[in-house]
């Protein structure tokens, strides 16, 4: 079961609002996830994570994350990510890792 999900940016500002939506939708789901976003400096601070989820600017990190990390790393679609969709993010990483 995932109890924190991580959201990575070039910042962290962008993923936030993603980030809220996302917690709303867990809300709805009455699912206890922890979900937090950072920017791409501060992704080694959240080790404790369940799993990593890229935004498109920086899906480019995937493959030396994935390999770095012990933890699923995923990138968030570039049209979910733009339209702020939570909930869809949300599902997707559920249905992924469960």
Known sequence: MIKKI??????????????QRMKEAAVAKNLNIEILAVGEDNIFEQLDSDVLLLAPQIAHKLEDLSSDLNMPVFTIDMMDYGMMNGEKVLAEVLEKVE
Do not use: Y
Request: some cysteine; overall charge neutral; aromatic content about 8%.
């Open 6 to 19: 991580l959201l990575a940016c070039s910042g962290g500002f962008s993923t936030s609002m993603l980030v």
